[in-house]
């Protein structure tokens, strides 16, 4: 399996073709764009019946092995099956041990409409980060033990990315985590998660500024190319393939467990900031997985719904930004979107190239076809099954009530704009799963404010935000950032 970049000029015979273990380590293609796979690598009918019957772990070594050809598959699989395990993966809101690493649970069923939740929180941050991000933390570590090198991870969290990175890379050899969060614009308790980690190898960098600017800033130190070499800069936000990679098996696996067989269809909502969880959904479809719909789920910051309704994309500045109570999805330049129109565009890399170039430049580009726009692509999106909603802040407290009240589950906020949205596009037939984002008890000021009670905890969270915090506050400045990160590695 070879992959290009999102705007790479056409490979001369010189340049050697990139491998999975090239693209691992790293985020951004020198270029400045993404990396895909050269083409999809299909899935057969007889696979996915095949499929049906493994475990979490091996169903992620079957896929990943279409993407990893360069890793041996023994190793692979030694992999997948460290990571995707009970001890690892608990059904946190029961407390105990679960082979079971994606529950799916029915929440409504008028007919034959059914709305189902699969529950991707069981993991050790409460968030759905940990389904890619542990296997992530021991794909590093084998890559970089084979070669005795070291790697200092520098990313950008607007919530749980952050811990989920840091809890999979802590105490890993040869591994340093440098991770930009906005000041004072997560959760109490999100902050809690990150900044109580007192490992060595750990730095928490709160930047003063909307999450926007720390991705900016991790955009503008990968593309410092003498920099990232020298420094050893890598990265584990979602612009890394291997982690939208990993995240493309839930997909599969909710898919396998909703139907009996390969001709039933189900559609997916995603509650979505950065597009890198419902990009992984796109790859599963474009795999051949049989997915109806692809429904992004946005809150107030509407960037995403707004393309997908008019086909503008139109970024926002950090004057712009909301600060909900979603937090997570507080985000008005959605790094992954240019996966998409990659492939929206037919792979054009020019096009693409010069596209992008317009929204550093201009903030955003026009694909609805209308005179004076940048194209008519738009047309083209219900090809590839995508819809899109708005939920605020209103309809997510409604939606926290109306499911606490009916199935006696406290839902996120995140999964609550994720429900909200999913109702309107539920269609007789075909199951509509929504991805849980993480654990209520992670944004407890909105349930405190929807229910009057304060979300429950699982054991061992009891107390996170009482715990020493180890942080520094920083501006948005690139240069601060180089010279932070140098006095902390010594290279």
Not at 94 to 107: H, W
Not at 132 to 149: H, I, R
Not at 294 to 322: C, I, M, P, W
Request: proline share 4%; hydrophobic share 40%.
């Amino acid at each position: 399996m070879h992959y290009v970049s999102t705007r790479a000029a056409k490979a001369t015979a010189s340049e050697a073709p990139q491998q999975f273990s090239d693209i691992l380590l790293g985020g951004l293609a020198p270029d400045g764009g993404l990396y895909l796979p050269a083409e999809y690598p299909q899935v057969t009918g007889v696979e996915l019946d095949a499929w049906r019957k493994l475990s979490y772990a091996d169903l992620a070594f079957e896929i990943l092995k279409k993407f990893a050809t360069d890793i041996p598959e023994a190793d692979l699989k030694k992999l997948t099956r460290k990571t995707y395990t009970a001890d690892v993966y608990r059904n946190v809101r029961k407390g105990e041990k679960s082979a079971d690493i994606t529950p799916l649970r029915i929440l409504e069923q008028h007919g034959d409409k059914t709305l189902i939740l699969q529950a991707l929180s069981n993991g050790p941050t409460l968030a759905f980060k940990d389904m890619a991000m542990q296997l992530l933390g021991n794909l590093f570590e084998y890559t970089l033990a084979k070669d005795g090198a070291e790697l200092n991870i520098f990313g950008a969290t607007s919530g749980d990315t952050g811990s989920a990175a840091e809890y999979a890379m802590r105490g890993k050899k040869g591994i340093r985590v440098f991770m930009l969060s906005p000041h004072k614009k997560m959760s109490a308790f999100q902050s809690a998660q990150m900044f109580s980690l007192q490992d060595p190898n750990i730095f928490n960098i709160a930047v003063e500024g909307v999450f926007d600017d720390c991705q900016d800033l991790v955009k503008a130190v990968s593309n410092d190319l003498p920099f990232k070499a020298k420094q050893k800069i890598g990265t584990v936000n979602s612009i890394n393939w291997a982690r939208v990679v990993a995240q493309v098996v839930y997909y599969f696996r909710g898919y396998l467990a909703a139907t009996t067989e390969n001709t039933q269809k189900v559609s997916f909502t995603v509650p979505s900031g950065n597009f890198g969880n419902i990009c992984a959904g796109h790859i599963a479809r474009m795999m051949g997985l049989p997915i109806d719909r692809l429904v992004a789920a946005t809150n107030e910051n509407d960037v995403l719904d707004e393309f997908f309704r008019t086909g503008v994309y139109r970024v926002r500045k950090s004057a712009e930004t909301y600060h909900t109570s979603s937090p997570s999805m507080d985000i008005s330049k959605a790094s992954n979107f240019e996966r998409f129109i990659y492939d929206l565009v037919g792979r054009d890399a020019e096009r693409v190239r010069a596209l992008f170039h317009k929204v550093e430049t201009q903030g955003g580009f026009d694909l609805s076809g209308k005179p004076g726009s940048d194209g008519d692509e738009f047309k083209l999106v219900s090809n590839y099954g995508f819809s899109s909603g708005k939920s605020t802040h209103k309809d997510r407290l409604d939606t926290i009530r109306d499911v606490a009240d009916d199935f006696d589950i406290t839902i996120d906020t995140h999964t609550a704009d994720g429900i909200k949205v999913a109702r309107q596009y539920m269609a007789p037939g075909v199951p509509m799963i929504v991805l849980e984002t993480a654990l209520a008890a992670k944004f407890n000021e909105t349930i405190l404010d929807a229910l009057g009670v304060d979300a429950e905890r699982p054991p061992g969270f009891e107390d996170i935000e009482s715990l020493p915090q180890k942080f520094v506050v920083m501006p948005a400045d690139v240069k601060q950032m180089q010279a932070y990160i140098a006095a902390n590695t010594g290279l």
